[in-house]
């Protein structure tokens, strides 16, 4: 497979020996987080940075002894770093793993990160922490997918009889109400147009997470990114998407666009297409509200594009029994360097 | 571009190494000196040492003996010792006195020179031998014609007689310029403390890109065009602004380099120094893209540039004088953005309208005229208000926006500067973000002061742009203060007027100056940092500078607009900044701002408290709107008419066929007891409609109204096309309970967290919906409990009926229901148990549809602090254990009705 350039490509990962200098992964409730982990043999000379939550999630706890076990059967006890995301202390995470990070000189290496157990801010805080200390070397994000996610196709029929313009309002979901628009200084972006903003949301299923950062932002256009599933059978998840935020259409100039739930392109070049056009005369926002991969997607295009603003609307917390549940597949994506003098031409990755 | 064929590089290399070889060797200077040079004709000895290595490196000419012009200027650059030789002269050419030398090149070698006579210092310039064919006539050429006054040419020509090391005499061409004394390109832009602006690079494509352009017209060339042959002049006495000066012209000076590949290196040096602006340009954009710093219309000269998609200097030019690439660009753009961002219905859109196109919202405006007064006034004022009472567009209203042909003020006399505060510019001032302590209260003052200035100068050269503004004559003094400002007189950089207007590079400048002083707030260690810091006091005297510049503002008064400033939009500690801004009373500018209740703190950063009524005036929106009989509220039919204007303004402006609502509504009933009776009574036939009724559902609220007016017209079918005609009670009533609905359900995605009972964390917006629906389902059980009789008694609203101090959370609660609109405290009243006058909190009147309750408050709960606490913090347990009665009642039919149920709980 031939890698274009500046492209990360995403491809199916399925070997069970990684070639790392350092693994980051957090340690999240959902299955699919610790299985890169679980199922994969390190070099012996490798790093691991395990991130801990310290929230009221009862279940923390129990979750971060099952990863630090299996941390410990497969990397040595000096090789193994633990930092804390505080959900009272967010905005300092980034700088508490940048501190951590500048000490482990294997961080300038072979660099993996598995984002399936991080929330959307900690994708981006990590990426950024890791690229900005080693600008010129490429970094790897892994990334497991669920096998059944919340809600159900049952439950989607269900809703969509009731309702069959617009759902209005859908029954629980993992992450719960609404708590607040998280900015991080890092992604705080340049106003500067008094007012007249974009907001792209890459929207998902949480739809209050959706509403309450229009709310927020209360921006002159709205850019919809619907989540494209790469499993047809998974189409319904895109009309469920669609349904329950028709009713913003109503409320504002709105565009609307369909991208990959995993290939990081698509998403990049939808964003780099409208962002062409309006970045002259609209201050752009992006809330990344949906899939892990368009997350990664939005953190590179802000690299690109350093005025854009990244708003992560956090939920009062995680509902764990809604969870997507079990293991899919396992994606691998290759970063090229930040630094553009150190990316390559043409890089061939094997499948 | 100049390129050298790999594979003829490595030739070459290859044939050097003899030599190099050669020349290593102690003995060389012996064997050159066989060569027995005669420097006029060129000729050596055939049988000398080193002439078949000569032969062999292409320096002689086997056929007739003579040294080739790369062997002449290899020869001079091993025999002639300029240092040496110039020093024993005392004057060259008669006239000028070597000073001191600047440079050392492989084709000429340069010194500062004095004329003996004038004084005036000159460049001169000896050439080597054989590094230039026909110096003459290439003067000729470059000098006979007009060429950009910024290219320094040679003024003079002389030549001079000196001896190579053998003690042969060797004529040395030397050609004159004049003296330039500033710094170079590389100076100028690796000084980090100038903040160049966006405009700048533009200026230097302009400038150096024309000079180039006028050699190459020529068929000319530099020839050697490196950073220090460039230099600048910033200096703001300097008429023209930001100079760029081409130095040392090379032109037939180039060794044994041929024309075309001296054209190339010029495009070459040309791409890099751009690039070079680039690179210093981006080094402190912290936040930004190179793209969006420089705007479209540049980045898309600097892209062509930088891609050598250009490939002379008449194409550089041209992109910079038509640059049609942008202007297709232009019509991309609104076209992309036309067809991608669909416009939605646009009747009950008032917001849609603030937020995207002040003209139009200024149109559908309808000031109420007692409010309007008092907010054009030249006076520190707060505009509290539900949301959607239009406090943002009575700020909006007195803002500056020059594209509005008819404003409602004239900025002659209310220039208002506008900060949406919502946008999250200020919310990057949070303490979670920057650290106050380390970082202290005065540099973010500086910022926001900086923010302030950077504002108004933008609305004012927009005003300029559509020549509301005419240009002044001469911006020296504000260029002088802001400079002051900045704590560097040298930092404000003036451009050329045909780049750039001196308004939109003060601008530019200011940016820059915002972004890194904003930076520096986070990373303060890393930067370096203002040494003076603006305060109120600059403010005022900034816009003492600004009424003497323009002289449409010579009499006007500044009005700050801070809309939406409360907490998180705008942090407490930036609320103080704000409001030392307020306690600086002065006659030049003035604060105003608007919020909702409780999320703005009135302190000062010196811990003054604000005076309402001296140091600002209030005013609440809801309150404004109140009604009531005689002197307690505003009459009745003021307010309706005012109601009926906003809806008659927007029939009017979309062409609807009348302008009259009430065409359009079904009167429905004669008065709102039928209403209240259908309603205790539970009949089918209850409906919400009529103007009447629907104007007081929308409580006093604008955005209600319209959104009520909208869900009617479209239940109804009624569009512009629709002759008038009355959608029916039915209709209005499905409309009117439909919104009502979904402002209940809405109440469930206010963001943010509370603690509840048990220490439990739960949603805001969900307690808050809870507490809201126990509120109206009590309501409701108590219209439902009236006894058969004609009237009904509705209650509409709860009394805290004892003065004892609520639990904080609760009392945060009822805050967050007042603040939220979701009940009303503009109704004082003395509490029946203490006597005390107070508020009554009564349930905003739009989600009454929604419980199926009349409009109309005749009665209210009296709760005791237990009851209050209980109904906020556990609102299911009041409920249950306040109208079991009641519900008891309802089944039984025909018992006496229960004044005050919650009365037999209060102890």
């Known amino acids: 497979m031939t890698k274009q350039k500046n492209q990360p490509l995403v491809y199916s990962y399925d070997n069970d020996s ?27 000379h490798a790093v691991c940075v395990l991130i801990e939550f310290k929230n009221d999630i009862p279940q923390n706890d129990e979750v971060y002894k099952k990863y630090r076990r299996e941390v410990e059967k497969k990397f040595k006890p000096s090789n193994v770093f633990k930092v804390s995301l505080n959900a009272d202390k967010l905005a300092k995470f980034e700088y508490e793993l940048t501190s951590m990070l500048s000490k482990i000189p294997e961080v300038v290496g072979d660099v993996w990160i598995d984002i399936s157990g991080m929330p959307t801010h900690m994708i981006c805080s990590t990426l950024n922490a890791c690229r900005r200390l080693s600008n010129s070397s490429s970094q790897t994000v892994i990334y497991t997918s669920a096998k059944d996610y919340h809600p159900s196709e049952s439950e989607y029929k269900k809703l969509k009889a009731k309702n069959p313009v617009g759902i209005e309002f859908l029954p629980k979901s993992m992450a719960r109400e609404m708590s607040e628009v998280l900015m991080l200084e890092s992604f705080s972006g340049h106003r500067s147009k008094e007012g007249i903003s974009c907001l792209a949301v890459f929207a998902g299923y949480e739809v209050h997470r959706t509403s309450g950062v229009i709310e927020n932002i209360n921006p002159s256009l709205l850019l919809l990114l619907y989540g494209k599933p790469g499993n047809k059978k998974l189409n319904w998840r895109l009309e469920l998407s669609k349904s329950l935020h028709k009713k913003f259409e109503s409320t504002r100039r709105t565009a609307v666009e369909e991208v990959s739930t995993l290939h990081v392109n698509e998403s990049i070049e939808i964003l780099e297409l409208y962002y062409q056009y309006l970045f002259e005369d609209y201050d752009f926002t992006i809330a990344p509200v949906c899939s892990k991969m368009q997350v990664v997607a939005t953190f590179l295009f802000w690299e690109r594009y350093k005025e854009v603003q990244l708003v992560f609307p956090l939920p009062i917390g995680y509902a764990t029994e809604l969870s997507p549940k079990g293991v899919g597949k396992t994606f691998k994506t290759e970063l090229e360097p930040r630094n553009s003098l150190y990316r390559q031409a043409n890089l061939t990755v094997e499948k | 571009m100049a390129t050298i064929e790999l594979n003829d590089l490595n030739s070459r290399i290859k044939r050097s190494e003899a030599l190099l070889e050669a020349v290593k060797a102690s003995d060389f200077q012996e064997r050159l000196k066989g060569l027995n040079l005669d420097w006029k004709s060129r000729e050596v000895d055939p049988e000398s040492d080193l002439y078949k290595l000569f032969v062999e490196q292409e320096f002689i000419d086997d056929n007739t003996h003579r040294l080739t012009k790369a062997g002449l200027l290899f020869f001079s650059r091993s025999t002639i010792d300029f240092e040496f030789e110039l020093n024993r002269l005392s004057v060259i050419g008669d006239k000028y006195h070597i000073l001191r030398r600047l440079n050392f090149g492989k084709n000429s070698v340069v010194y500062v020179a004095e004329h003996v006579v004038l004084g005036s210092k000159v460049v001169l310039k000896f050439i080597r031998p054989g590094a230039a064919d026909n110096i003459i006539q290439a003067l000729r050429l470059i000098s006979g014609n007009d060429l950009a006054e910024n290219l320094i040419l040679p003024q003079d020509y002389t030549k001079i007689t000196i001896n190579d090391v053998y003690g042969n005499e060797v004529g040395i061409e030397c050609i004159v310029f004049q003296y330039l004394d500033g710094v170079s390109l590389k100076e100028f832009l690796n000084d980090d403390q100038r903040p160049l602006n966006a405009h700048a690079i533009a200026s230097f494509i302009k400038q150096v890109g024309g000079i180039l352009y006028d050699l190459e017209k020529l068929e000319a060339y530099h020839g050697d065009l490196h950073e220090e042959n460039i230099i600048v002049d910033y200096n703001s006495n300097n008429a023209k602004g930001l100079t760029f000066y081409v130095i040392d012209v090379s032109y037939g000076i180039t060794g044994s380099l041929d024309s075309k590949a001296c054209k190339d290196t010029d495009m070459a040096y040309f791409r890099q120094h751009v690039w070079n602006f680039l690179s210093a340009q981006q080094k402190y954009l912290a936040k930004m893209s190179i793209r969006k710093y420089l705007g479209a219309e540049i980045f898309f000269i600097v892209t062509k540039i930088i891609s050598a998609e250009a490939k002379s200097f008449r194409e550089v030019m041209n992109l910079i004088n038509e640059n049609t690439a942008y202007e297709n660009y232009q019509r991309q753009k609104v076209d992309f953005i036309n067809d991608k961002f669909a416009p939605p219905g646009s009747f009950k859109l008032q917001r849609y309208e603030e937020i995207t196109d002040p003209k139009v919202a200024v149109k559908l405006f309808v000031p109420f005229p007692e409010l309007m007064d008092n907010i054009t006034a030249f006076s520190n004022v707060v505009i509290t208000g539900n949301r959607g009472s239009g406090k943002s567009t009575y700020l909006a209203a007195i803002a500056f926006f020059p594209q509005i042909d008819s404003p409602l003020v004239d900025f002659r006399d209310v220039f208002g500067i506008y900060f949406p505060c919502r946008q999250g510019e200020f919310r990057l001032l949070s303490p979670e973000l920057v650290d106050y302590n380390s970082v202290g209260i005065h540099r973010v003052k500086h910022v926001m002061v900086i923010k302030i200035l950077r504002r108004t100068l933008e609305s004012i050269n927009e005003g300029l742009r559509v020549q509301k503004i005419s240009e002044p004559a001469d911006y020296s003094d504000l260029r ?77 008064r500044f009005h700050l ?17 704000i409001n030392d801004l307020i306690v600086s009373s002065n006659p030049v500018y003035c604060i105003k701002l608007s919020t909702e209740l409780y999320s703005y703190n009135y302190q000062t950063t010196e811990d003054k408290q604000l005076e309402s009524g001296h140091d600002y005036y209030i005013y609440d929106m809801s309150r404004l709107f109140f009604t009531g009989a005689k002197t307690f509220g505003m009459n009745h039919e003021v307010l309706e008419n005012y109601f009926k204007d906003i809806i008659s303004k927007r029939l009017e402006n979309f062409q609807y066929q009348s302008r009259d609502i009430v065409d359009y509504l079904e009167k429905g009933y004669k008065d709102s007891n039928q209403l209240v009776y259908r309603l205790a009574t539970g009949r089918r036939d209850a409906y919400y409609c009529g103007w009447s009724i629907v104007w007081r559902i929308a409580d006093r609220n ?9 869900e009617i017209f479209s239940v109804g079918n009624i569009d512009p096309e629709t002759p008038p005609t009355l959608v029916s009670m039915r209709n209005q009533d499905r409309a009117i309970r439909s919104v009502s609905e979904k402002r209940l359900r809405s109440l469930a995605q206010i963001s943010g967290t509370t603690t509840v009972s048990n220490g439990r964390v739960t949603s805001l917006g969900q307690q808050l919906f809870d507490v809201t629906t126990v509120i109206g389902s009590v309501f409701r059980i108590y219209l439902k409990s009236e006894p058969e009789k004609g009237r009904k008694d509705q209650y509409l609203a709860i009394e805290r009926n004892d003065s004892s101090p609520l639990n904080p959370t609760a009392e945060k609660l009822l805050q967050e229901m007042l603040k939220y609109g979701i009940l009303d405290p503009s109704r004082l009243d003395f509490a029946r148990d203490d006597g005390v006058k107070k508020p009554i909190y009564v349930l905003n ?37 306040g109208t079991q009665r009641l519900r008891t009642h309802i089944t039984n039919s025909g018992d006496q009705k229960q004044q005050n149920l919650f009365d037999s709980l209060n102890d």
């Open chain 1, 18 to 44: 990684c070639p790392l200098d350092s693994l980051i992964l957090a340690a999240g409730f959902e299955e699919r987080a610790f299985h890169f982990l679980k199922s994969s043999k390190f070099q012996p």
């Open chain 2, 480 to 556: 002088r203060l802001l400079s002051v400002l900045m704590g560097d007189n040298k930092k404000i950089i003036s451009l050329s007027e045909d780049v750039v207007s001196e308004l939109t590079n003060l601008v530019s400048v200011l940016v820059r100056i915002e972004m890194k002083e904003l930076d520096n707030l986070f990373h303060l260690k890393s930067q370096e940092v203002a040494n003076r810091f603006c305060s109120e006091v600059d403010l005022l005297e900034f816009f003492k500078v600004i009424k003497e510049t323009f002289v449409e503002l010579s009499n006007t």
């Open chain 2, 561 to 577: 607009l801070f809309d939406d400033a409360g907490s998180p939009n705008i942090p407490a500690q930036a609320q103080y900044i």
């Open chain 2, 702 to 710: 604008p955005r209600n109204l319209l959104e009520l007016i909208s």
């Open chain 2, 845 to 881: 009147r739009i989600y009454c549809p929604a419980f199926g309750i009349g409009i109309q408050r005749d009665q209210h709960l009296r709760l005791s602090q237990q009851k209050f606490e209980e109904l906020f913090l556990n609102p299911k347990a009041f409920v249950t254990s």
